[in-house]
């Protein structure tokens, strides 16, 4: 390769943002620089999302206008569609010469390497690794929050889900190797750090040491500098007691808990194997309701999973009324690759899906409303974000994760991002909150 440019698209979660970061650190460490379009790079990448709605398609026509960018080009497919496609990518989408899974990327140098030797079929394909993708290179795009993942993979066999497919097995990080990388960032100046894994709260520290993931929490917490600590995606099986005592130990573990529920009835969780009962989760709920903090919760709701009948979708309507989330994603069930619920009978026709996927938002919505008005007069800390100009207004994020925007008197200029401060809330919609600041950090 002649000018070593490259562009990288991301979609998808965090993991998968996170994921962007340590490729694009390899990547300027190798001497490529980052263009912000695809016409300007000699190298184009694209980090992809398999979870649900055809997502395929989507890639394969992204694909095809990347080809638009102009010829001489380089593509690769990296991330849960590379994994979930593999080879078969080079034959839909001639042009690509690279495709990488997520379990790979400790070999994303090397792939460089062959591609830039000439290589134009070169596959990071392999899910039986035990490595986890640790690079000091990693290039953050926040100067103030960063991500650390500290577990890869996943164990569970969720009957929709295609994630065990895409990022196979679960690899947890030392203890040791985590801290070593949050001490990093906080001696260079991060105050937020969210630990990343699909299912975060099953980290076991394989060192001797076999921390759990509730002490990896109080220990991460302690570290000098660190304002605040974050962690998704918590498995409700795995939320054990000892996660909450050891954040009402240390405020600087955040005030929310996003615990992913998918379904209010038994019997669907049952049939999405879930591992627990409607019962054993209203019991994770009391404990964080009964917390000595006061606790933002937030799920996921998946809506017309095979079989699912009015009446489990009803038990699902009446566990939202009864549990009063701040925030919620909900999706329509959507069929994966590979996965169990792929072959279930009674599937449930998309209008249905769209139906209920309608009742759940309204209702949500009617939740978040009230919920956020009660908020009205209260003080809160923020995070500063950033500004959002046409508004006049700061973006602020509270330790609860609502965005909390906010007035502020004139800075002379001087940015307020990355900063702690106290906003007092004024009003309230059904997603954010609006105040004023009040007072010296
Ligand atoms: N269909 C619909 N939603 C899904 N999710 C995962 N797989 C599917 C699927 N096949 C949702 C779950 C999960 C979130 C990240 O995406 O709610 O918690
Ligand atoms: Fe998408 Fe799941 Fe892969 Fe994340 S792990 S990128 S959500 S398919």
């Known amino acids: 390769m002649s000018n070593k440019t490259f562009y990288l698209e991301?979609?998808?979660?965090?993991?998968?943002?996170?994921?962007?970061?340590?490729v694009v650190g390899?990547?300027?460490?190798?001497?490529?620089?980052?263009?912000?379009?695809?016409?300007?790079?000699?190298?184009?990448?694209?980090?992809?999302?398999?979870?649900?709605?055809?997502?395929?398609?989507?890639?394969?026509?992204?694909?095809?206008?990347f080809k638009r960018a102009g010829k001489g080009k380089i593509f690769g497919v990296l991330g849960c569609v590379a994994q979930q496609e593999g080879e078969k990518i080079f034959d839909r989408a001639p042009h690509v010469s690279l495709v990488c899974g997520s379990a790979s990327y400790t070999r994303f140098g090397e792939m460089l390497v062959q591609l830039e030797a000439g290589s134009r079929r070169v596959t990071g394909l392999s899910l039986d690794t035990d490595e986890t993708f640790d690079t000091p290179f990693t290039r953050r795009d926040n100067p103030h929050r960063a991500y650390i993942t500290i577990i890869e993979g996943c164990d569970k066999k969720c009957a929709y889900c295609v994630v065990p497919f895409t990022r196979g097995p679960e690899r947890s990080r030392t203890g040791e190797s985590v801290m070593a990388e949050a001490r990093r960032l906080a001696d260079q100046g991060y105050t937020e750090i969210q630990l990343l894994g699909q299912n975060v709260n099953s980290f076991r520290d394989p060192s001797p040491a076999a921390w759990d993931f509730a002490t990896l929490l109080a220990r991460v917490s302690e570290i000098p500098g660190m304002r605040r600590v974050r962690y998704t995606t918590s498995h409700p099986r795995d939320f054990v007691k000892a996660i909450m005592d050891a954040m009402d130990a240390n405020p600087v573990l955040c005030d929310h808990v996003h615990l992913p529920v998918q379904s209010g009835s038994s019997r669907v969780l049952a049939a999405m194997d879930r591992l627990y009962t409607r019962d054993e989760y209203m019991r994770r709920i009391e404990w964080i309701k009964g917390a000595k903090r006061k606790y933002s919760i937030t799920t996921d709701i998946i809506v017309g999973f095979p079989g699912e009948t009015e009446r489990d979708f009803e038990e699902t309507l009446a566990l939202l009324d009864e549990i009063q989330y701040d925030s919620l994603f909900s999706f329509k069930y959507s069929p994966r690759p590979n996965t169990a619920a792929l072959a279930m009978e009674d599937q449930i026709?998309?209008?249905?899906?769209?139906?209920?996927?309608?009742?759940?938002?309204?209702?949500?919505?009617?939740?978040?409303?009230?919920?956020?008005?009660?908020?009205?007069?209260?003080?809160?800390?923020?995070?500063?974000?950033?500004?959002?100009?046409?508004?006049?207004?700061?973006?602020?994020?509270?330790s609860s994760n609502r965005t909390l925007n906010?007035?502020?008197?004139?800075?002379?200029?001087?940015?307020?991002?990355?900063?702690?401060?106290?906003?007092?809330?004024?009003?309230?919609?059904?997603?954010?909150?609006?105040?004023e600041s009040v007072g010296a950090p």
């Open 406 to 435: 906010f007035t502020h008197p004139d800075t002379g200029g001087a940015s307020l991002v990355g900063q702690y401060l106290p906003v007092r809330v004024t009003r309230s919609g059904p997603n954010s909150l609006v105040g």
């Open 10 to 22: 991301t979609f998808g979660c965090q993991m998968n943002a996170h994921d962007s970061e340590k």
């Open 26 to 65: 390899t990547l300027l460490e190798k001497g490529y620089s980052q263009v912000a379009e695809p016409e300007d790079a000699e190298l184009v990448l694209y980090n992809t999302c398999s979870i649900r709605d055809k997502a395929e398609q989507k890639v394969f026509n992204r694909l095809q206008q």
């Open 349 to 398: 026709p998309e209008e249905e899906k769209q139906r209920r996927l309608v009742i759940v938002q309204e209702k949500q919505r009617a939740i978040q409303i009230r919920r956020n008005a009660e908020l009205i007069g209260t003080t809160e800390e923020v995070m500063v974000e950033g500004r959002h100009q046409a508004l006049g207004q700061w973006i602020g994020r509270t």
